[in-house]
């Protein structure tokens, strides 16, 4: 109840002062082991695709007060079509790596390498970085003595998902399974689309997709 009155989805901040500890130590001190590897390694692996031991308890806790608070809407053209609608309101352009961002007093400068490799410098009133931190640190030098704490303490994660089409209908009408370490290594939970809307997939048939945690990411990394 005391860290609930402070969780917000959309500002994680207001609650920084809960973010003190794993998800896994919690459960240890407050919880029992059957609940950890039943239901809280299930749920650290839904929201991070990573193991209670790296996942903070305060990201849990956002996660299951989001997930009861809101609606969960879906689209029957796919989640593609908001960044397809939002891409045709604006101007595009692919193969343009960012190379720096310049501040000054009346505008913002950003050099990037066209199609061809030309550097080129586009001036506008705004820019967003919206790219990983070390990314931002590197093109932004006035960031780097403001996020060199953060940068020492974040650790990325990654994850690995493949899609497995069936002709044939499942019997379950479940949305999505969340596996525990014990029962699947490196399956951290698998969505029947199909189930999801009555257009994912033609009649009678499934679509599954499985999301592996970072143990499984990490070791095909460097496949081609």
Not at 41 to 46: D, H, I, V, W
Not at 113 to 141: K, N, S, Y
Request: proline share 5%; aromatic share 8%; hydrophobic share 45%.
């Amino acid at each position: 109840g005391k860290v609930k009155a402070h969780l917000d989805i959309r500002d994680v901040a207001a609650a920084a002062e809960f973010d003190d500890e794993t998800i896994e130590a919690y459960a240890k001190r407050r919880l029992n082991p059957e609940l950890l590897e039943y239901f809280i390694e299930p749920l650290a692996r839904t929201v991070n695709l990573s193991r209670a031991s790296r996942v903070s308890k305060l990201e849990v806790f956002n996660s299951l007060a989001g997930l009861f608070s809101t609606t969960l809407v879906h689209f029957p053209e796919g989640v593609g079509v908001v960044s397809n609608t939002m891409a045709k309101q604006l101007d595009v352009r692919l193969n343009t790596p960012a190379k720096s961002v310049q501040r000054y007093d009346d505008r913002v400068e950003v050099t990037y390498l066209d199609a061809q490799g030309v550097a080129t410098i586009e001036r506008a009133d705004v820019c967003v970085l919206a790219t990983t931190l070390p990314q931002a640190m590197e093109h932004f030098p006035e960031t780097r003595a403001l996020f060199a704490p953060l940068a020492g303490m974040i650790q990325y994660n990654r994850g690995l998902d493949v899609h497995l089409g069936y002709k044939a209908a499942t019997k379950t009408k479940a949305l999505m399974v969340m596996m525990p370490p014990s029962e699947q290594k490196e399956i951290a939970l698998f969505f029947l689309e199909h189930n999801k809307a009555p257009n994912r997939t033609p009649a009678g048939h499934s679509l599954i997709t499985v999301f592996f945690d970072h143990t499984a990411a990490d070791r095909p990394w460097a496949l081609d």
